[in-house]
C-alpha cells in the first residue's frame, strides 16, 4: 500500500489561487475595457450554508472556526463572477432546512451545503425541485458532489512523517509510539486520523507499539494521561502523534515538564494558527525554530476551503461535469515549508 508523501508538495495550491486570481481580473478588465460585453459575465449567485459560525467554536477535531471557513469564501469569491449569500446551518437540521427555503425564495444558482445531519436528503430534494445546483462540503448530499477532507489520507502522512524521522534518527533504539487527542469523537472522523497513523507506522516500523490517549476533547487531560505513559516507560525514544494542534502543544509542554524533551518527535494535525502563528504570534513551525520537537503538522486548509470549493461550482455552473468527490490535499507542513504554503504575508 502507498501512502502520500509527507514531502512537501509544491506551489500547486497557491498557483492555482493566483490563476483563479488573475482569470477574474482579466475577464472584469475586459468589461471595463469594452472587449467584452457585460452581458457575456454572468454573475451567478451562490449560497453558502455553513456548518456554524458560533464564536470560538471549531470545526472538523482542528483548531479552525466556521468563521475562518466562511471568510475564505468571501476572498476566494473576488476572482469570480459570483454574489455569495450565506447562511449559517448552526449544527441544526430544522435551521438547515429553512435556510434552503430561504436560498430558493432567493433564486440562487447554485447551494453549498456544508451540514452533518438528516436533513442533508430532504434539503437535496428541495434544492433540485426549485433547479438550484447542490455541491456538499465535508458531508454527503445525496446526488451532489462532495468536497472533503480526508482523515484517514492526513493520518496516513502523519504516521509515515513519525516513521521516516524514526529510521532516519533512531534507527535501531527502543521506540514506543502514542497517539493522542480527541479519539471518540467520531462525528468529525477523529478515529480515522487516528487509523491512518496506525497503519503507516505498522507498515513502516511494524515492532513499534501503538499506545492511544482519548482526551475527550480536553487538552488539558494530556499531561496527566502522557505523565503516566512517560513515567511507565523511563527510556526509549517516544513518537508522539496528536490529532490537532492544541493537542500537539500540551503534548509538547508535558513532554518538557518531564525532561524527556530529547527522546520526543510530536507530528499534529490542522496547521491553524495555533501552530504556525500570524505576523506577531509565537511560532512553532517557524525557520527559526527548528529546534522544536514539534517536526510537522498535516495541512488541512480549512481557513483557505473556497479556494479550493467556488472553481468546483464555477464548473457546475458552466455545466461542466465535476468529480463525485475531490478530497483536500493533505501535505505535512515543516519549518522547511511552511513559509511557501503559509507565506508571512498571509499569517495577519
Same mark, same amino acid.
Given at each position: ?28 478588465? !475586459? /468589461?471595463? %475595457? $469594452?472587449?467584452?460585453?457585460? &452581458? @457575456?459575465? *454572468?454573475?451567478?449567485?451562490? =449560497? ?128 514506543? !509510539? /502514542?497517539? %493522542? $487527542?480527541?479519539?471518540?469523537? &467520531? @462525528?468529525? *472522523?477523529?478515529?480515522?486520523? =487516528? ?128 468529480? !463525485?468527490?475531490? %478530497? ?21
Amino acid at each position: 500500500m502507498k501512502y502520500p508523501a509527507p514531502a512537501f508538495s509544491p506551489r500547486g495550491r497557491r498557483r492555482s489561487h493566483v490563476r483563479e486570481l488573475v482569470a477574474g481580473l482579466a475577464a472584469l478588465l !475586459a /468589461v471595463l %475595457a $469594452g472587449l467584452v460585453p457585460a &452581458a @457575456a459575465q *454572468r454573475q451567478y449567485v451562490v =449560497a453558502f450554508a455553513n456548518l456554524t459560525e458560533e464564536p470560538g467554536v471549531t470545526v472538523e477535531g482542528t483548531g479552525f472556526t466556521g468563521r475562518e471557513i466562511r471568510e475564505s469564501f468571501v476572498l476566494a469569491a473576488r476572482a469570480h463572477p459570483v454574489e455569495m449569500v450565506f447562511y449559517d446551518n448552526r449544527r441544526d437540521d430544522a435551521r438547515a432546512l429553512q435556510n434552503a427555503d430561504a436560498a430558493i425564495a432567493r433564486k440562487v444558482d447554485l447551494y453549498i451545503q456544508y451540514h452533518q445531519g438528516a436533513a442533508n436528503a430532504a434539503i437535496a430534494e428541495k434544492l433540485r425541485a426549485a433547479g438550484v445546483k447542490v455541491l456538499a462540503l465535508n458531508y454527503p448530499v445525496p446526488g451532489a458532489p462532495l468536497y472533503t477532507v480526508d482523515n484517514l489520507a492526513a493520518g496516513r502522512v502523519a504516521g509515515q512523517a513519525l516513521a521516516q524521522f524514526a529510521l532516519r534518527s533512531w534507527r535501531g533504539q527502543p521506540t514506543a !509510539a /502514542v497517539i %493522542a $487527542g480527541n479519539l471518540s469523537d &467520531a @462525528a468529525d *472522523r477523529v478515529p480515522e486520523r =487516528a487509523q491512518g497513523v496506525t497503519e503507516a507506522l505498522a507498515q513502516r516500523l511494524p515492532a513499534v507499539k501503538v499506545s492511544s490517549l482519548d482526551t475527550h476533547g480536553n487538552p488539558a487531560q494530556v499531561g496527566p494521561l502522557l505523565g503516566k505513559f512517560l513515567a511507565a516507560h523511563p527510556s526509549g525514544k517516544l513518537l508522539l502523534a496528536a490529532t490537532d494542534d492544541a493537542t500537539a502543544l500540551a503534548v509538547k509542554s508535558a513532554v518538557e515538564a518531564a525532561g524527556r524533551v530529547h527522546d520526543a518527535a510530536i507530528v499534529s494535525h490542522g496547521v491553524d494558527r495555533t501552530i504556525h502563528g500570524g505576523m506577531n504570534d509565537r511560532k512553532e513551525i517557524d525557520p527559526a525554530n527548528r529546534g522544536s520537537i514539534v517536526i510537522g503538522s498535516v495541512a488541512f486548509y480549512l481557513d483557505r476551503c473556497g479556494y479550493e470549493v467556488l472553481p468546483l461550482a464555477m464548473r457546475m455552473l458552466r455545466g461542466e461535469s465535476v468529480p !463525485a468527490r475531490v %478530497a483536500t490535499r493533505h501535505v505535512l507542513v515543516t519549518a522547511a515549508n511552511v513559509f511557501i504554503e503559509y507565506p508571512p504575508y498571509d499569517m495577519n
